[in-house]
Structures are given as structure tokens and as C-alpha cells.
């Protein structure tokens, strides 16, 4: 039997394999029963979203009507902005930065016709689905082990005491760090974020980590202390009982937005791809907000105690020429 991480890892490379499948056999897995091709939808999600999106338009009577290929975020990213309204996919899902960039110079997305009431304003062509938040991960049991203070910020991580203690991903390779340096930018500077950095990154030596994931699951394994990661995913372990908190840091909770996009072929524009994006967005939010607890459209609530208590918005544009600047923050 499966504990429920390894059956989340066995489905998540299921899914891979018949992604792959899907799409190398094209002349086969490309159509339906009843002879309309399948719409393809690239994603950077993970296995929570794509379940609840494939859940919501499987209930709306879609099933077998799509296949969904999933890749990591920067490599999605770079696949949109070099191939414009060339890509294969017929609905796109991935971080706002890489499509606000994508838009910008590619000019390659249909604004949507259905109507969100978007608490933020959101660009026309963007449906949001989620809104990811980073927070400092602690494993209490480790914690008392090892007689450490509590961290309260970011800035604390660079503290001596907490060498080979702590696990953060790398900026150059995931998303979700750059959420930590944001925070950082933020309330001190570039500058002096770059020294901060060096300490962080000279703390976590060999617990630098090129996925979003691995500093949450060296937490879980008891490898570290310490980590940094997405605010959900140690709510969601916090509420299983494992010995997983979060603190939220006083230089702020920052986010990344995650929206569902078409991309426009002209005429060649799958005539069902609009009403299937409405479905993903509309009623994928439905469970999507229970893992994501980010309201994103008027009427959405989340528990109280969920909400992070000191949101905050970069105060730039946020692109993927702000995120390589941001990157060359990082120690070589």
C-alpha cells in the first residue's frame, strides 16, 4: 500500500507517462470517441491543482476530451515565451509573471469572455486560480531537539546557529524562491539582500535545493530544522498532526499569482477551449481555495486563522526581467 506522499509521487509520474503517451501518439490519444481532437492543456501546477481542475471538468462532462502535460515552472515558462502562439496547448496554466511577459512580447493570449469578479485587478486574458504565499517552515520536534530559538524573519536564517540546519530552494531553478527574496528586496535593499543571502545559502550548504518541494520534505524527514517554502503546504501538514508549523515573517507574507490562459490560433482556436477554461477557473476554485487559501474573487473566504497576518505586494511589476535581476542576487 501507498502512504499518501508516495501514492501523490506514483500518480504525479502516472501522469507523466501518460502525458508522454498522449502526446506521441497523437494519431490515437489525440481524438475522442467521437472523432473531435482532445484539448491540450500545458500546466506548471501541482498535483492538487491539476486533480481539482480535472475533477471540475470532468463533473462539467469533459472527460476524455483533454489531456493535461505538466512541467516544472521555468521550463513551461521559457516553452510560452519562445514559441508565442506557435505552442501546442489550448489552455495554458502558469505563474502571471512568465505570461504577463509572454503578453508583452508576444501579444498571445484571447482575452477571456467569461466574467470573474477579480477582487485585484487582473489582466483581461488571466483567469487566476491560485494565489501561492511563502512562509518559514519549522519541524517543532527538531527544534526542541536541537534547543533552538524560533526564527522570526527571514533575515534570521542567516544566523550562525542555524548552519546545516536549513533548507531553501534555489531562485535560479524554482518559483517559490523567489517569494523569500521579494520579502527580502523589500525591507532591505538589494544590496544588503545580497548579503543576507550569502549567509542564508553558506547556512544551508548541501540543503540548497533546486525544487520549490525538497526543503518541505527534508523538514518532514528530519534532515533540517528549518525551511522555507509554499504557506499552504505546512498548513496542510500542520492539520495532518505532523510535527510541521509555519511562521510568517516580519518582513512580510509576499505571493504568486497562477492563472488559466488561451492561447490565440485565429481560426484554429478549439471552439471548446473557452467554456473549458470558464470551468477551470470557475468551479476548480471550489476546491482549489480549500489547498490554496488565498481568496482570489469576491464572495471566496478563508478561516481567519489561514490568512497571513501581513500581506504584501512587491512594489514592481512582476517579471521575468525583475525575477533574472532578482537571481543575480544569489551566490555563484
Request: aromatic share 6%; charged share 20%.
Amino acid at each position: 500500500m501507498y502512504n499518501k506522499h508516495q501514492y501523490s509521487q506514483h500518480m504525479k509520474h502516472l501522469r507523466a507517462v501518460l502525458a508522454a503517451c498522449s502526446l506521441g501518439l497523437a494519431s490515437f490519444t489525440l481524438c475522442s470517441c467521437n472523432g473531435d481532437k482532445q484539448v491540450i492543456i500545458y500546466s506548471n501546477a501541482d498535483d492538487e491543482a491539476i486533480e481539482a481542475m480535472e475533477q471540475a471538468l470532468d463533473q462539467a462532462g469533459y472527460q476524455g476530451q483533454y489531456v493535461f502535460t505538466t512541467f516544472s515552472t521555468s521550463e513551461l515558462g521559457g516553452k510560452v515565451i519562445a514559441e508565442g502562439k506557435n505552442i501546442e496547448a489550448d489552455i495554458l496554466t502558469l505563474s502571471s509573471y512568465y505570461l504577463d511577459s509572454a503578453q508583452e512580447r508576444n501579444h498571445m493570449f484571447l482575452p477571456l469572455t467569461f466574467q470573474l469578479e477579480h477582487l485585484t485587478p487582473v489582466n483581461q486574458a488571466f483567469g487566476p486560480i491560485t494565489r501561492q504565499e511563502g512562509a518559514i517552515f519549522i519541524n517543532t520536534q527538531v527544534i526542541k531537539d536541537k534547543g533552538l530559538t524560533l526564527p522570526t524573519s527571514i533575515k534570521d536564517l542567516a544566523k550562525p546557529e542555524y548552519k546545516g540546519l536549513i533548507s531553501i530552494p534555489n531562485v535560479k531553478s524554482s518559483s517559490t524562491a523567489w517569494l523569500m527574496i521579494q520579502a527580502l528586496v523589500s525591507a532591505y535593499g538589494e544590496d544588503q539582500t545580497r548579503s543576507i543571502l550569502a549567509s542564508i545559502v553558506n547556512n544551508a550548504g548541501p540543503h540548497l535545493e533546486n525544487s520549490g518541494s525538497a526543503p518541505l520534505k527534508k523538514l518532514r524527514a528530519g534532515e533540517v530544522a528549518i525551511a522555507f517554502g509554499l504557506r499552504q503546504q505546512a498548513i496542510a501538514d500542520k492539520k495532518k498532526g505532523l510535527p510541521i508549523d509555519y511562521i510568517d515573517p516580519t518582513e512580510g507574507t509576499f505571493s504568486l499569482m497562477e492563472a488559466v490562459v488561451i492561447p490565440d490560433k485565429g481560426d484554429a482556436t478549439n471552439p471548446q477551449v473557452m467554456k473549458m477554461a470558464e470551468v477551470m477557473v470557475k468551479e476548480g476554485r471550489k476546491e482549489l481555495i480549500k489547498v490554496y487559501p488565498v481568496p482570489l474573487y469576491k464572495g471566496e473566504e478563508v478561516h481567519s486563522a489561514e490568512k497571513a497576518p501581513n500581506q504584501k505586494v512587491f512594489p514592481l511589476p512582476l517579471t521575468v526581467e525583475l525575477l533574472e535581476k532578482h537571481q543575480s542576487l544569489m551566490p555563484h
